[in-house]
């Protein structure tokens, strides 16, 4: 399991992320549409004949205007990995700033809690650094309440720092026609907050405080088994004392990793399932793995086919790729992956299975129908919105590494991501 505090600079790092390396001229023009990130439709669904096709970007629902505006873009098929590109202004408001990930298991498993303590309801909840337990305080202290008040009134969430600033990222249904947002720390600080930018299509959102908040501990933790046990963790402000702040947490159980989110915001992108008693739902509430990281953020919106009772969580690199990209230019920038395909196991193994290969597009030299593609640059792929999810925040030119199957065999391709059609 490899974590990180929030963002590394890439000055700060030896490497560099394929999204952070973009193709000659990739700016010029000044600002545009983004292009699509994924791959066109399985064959049944909107795009069944291969062809690719996207949903424009759109306004703001509500979320005060960027400068030059922001890329507020929505997917609704939860059988496609085809992302619509949309025009969208471009901000600054810090350096880039991306995650280190890692691949391995959640630790523990349904018979080893990830505290001593008995699950906190909300009436056995306390403040700050009380009835929480020790491995989650760090993050506790990295996040904040949201009271945003909205046209039909006060509404509650929470975010978290993910960078130095005071850079806070929540979910974009948190803040939806905010007028004003309210955070308060864990301490009972109280700041004003501005909404930074947002993308309705991944759910997710950021804001901005004047204090520079600690930051906290993420994990791209990509096969997590089933059963194995997490912690779910809020922050609220009770109502009527503003100054007063409630941390609930409660064990949960992971249900499932990788299966479409099928309504809500954040349709077509692939959730994490968890079942958490004795929580409320809050927008923004964290999931945590047993060593205290952050491996999700709740898409209040959210539902899971076929999974009634389970709270939908987006993962961590999704929520930091698109927090990452909001940050540095206030949209998010699409490569094309040109092939349709849909779910499959092949020999008790999840995937993608190809079905048509675009003959003119970069994927051409790689792919052929018939393959199985079931990890991307060492992550698995179990699924459509999986490898949607993946790839929504990787630009055009970027160099995505895929192990595959063919015709039975494993075997490794590379291809360039093309820019939308």
């Known amino acids: 399991m490899s974590a990180s505090r929030g963002w590394v600079p890439p000055e700060a790092r030896p490497w560099r992320h394929p999204s952070e390396i973009p193709p000659a001229g990739a700016f010029a023009g000044g600002d545009r549409g983004s292009g699509a990130a994924g791959v066109a439709g399985s064959p049944g669904g909107a795009s069944g004949n291969g062809t690719p096709g996207g949903t424009p970007g759109r306004a703001s629902g509500g979320v005060p205007a960027l400068s030059g505006g922001g890329l507020l873009h929505r997917h609704r098929r939860a059988a496609s990995v085809l992302v619509g590109s949309g025009a969208a202004g471009a901000i600054m408001v810090g350096i880039l700033l991306l995650m280190n990930t890692g691949f391995t298991p959640v630790e523990g498993t349904a018979s080893t809690p990830l505290a001593t303590q008995a699950v906190a309801t909300v009436s056995q909840s306390t403040g ?42 929540t979910t974009y249904d948190a803040v939806e026609g905010a007028r004003s947002v309210l955070a308060v720390t864990a301490g009972g600080a109280q700041e004003p907050a501005q909404v930074v930018a947002a993308d309705r299509g991944s759910d997710i959102a950021i804001i901005r ?54 309504s809500g915001n954040a349709t077509g992108m692939a959730g994490i399932g968890a079942t958490v008693p004795a929580m409320p739902m809050m927008p923004g509430e964290l999931l945590l793995t047993s060593g205290g990281e952050i491996m999700g953020i709740l898409d209040s919106t959210g539902s899971l086919a076929n999974q009634p009772r389970t709270a939908v969580f987006l993962p961590a690199q999704l929520v930091l790729g698109v927090a990452r990209d909001l940050a540095s230019s206030g949209k998010i920038r699409h490569g094309w992956l040109d092939v349709t395909g849909r779910d499959t196991t092949r020999r008790g193994t999840r995937g993608v299975l190809v079905v048509h290969v675009n003959g003119n597009g970069a994927s051409a030299r790689s792919l052929r129908p018939g393959d199985v593609i079931v990890r991307i640059d060492g992550a698995p792929v179990r699924s459509m919105a999986e490898l949607h999810s993946r790839l929504y925040t990787m630009g055009p030119g970027s160099r995505v590494h895929l192990s595959i199957l063919r015709d039975g065999r494993a075997a490794s391709v590379t291809v360039d991501l093309g820019s939308s059609p």
Request: net charge positive.
């Open 209 to 262: 405080v004047a204090s520079d908040l600690p930051t906290a501990s993420f994990v791209d933790n990509s096969a997590p088994p089933t059963g194995s046990r997490v912690m779910a963790m809020a922050m609220t402000t009770p109502a009527g004392d503003s100054g007063q702040v409630v941390t609930v947490w409660s064990n949960g159980t992971i249900r499932s990793i990788g299966a479409a989110v099928s």
């Open 128 to 169: 700050c650094c009380q009835g929480v337990p020790a491995i989650a305080r760090p993050v506790q202290e990295a996040m904040v309440s949201l009271q945003v008040a909205k046209r039909s009134g006060l509404s509650a969430g929470c975010g978290v720092a993910v960078a130095p600033g005071g850079l806070i990222v």
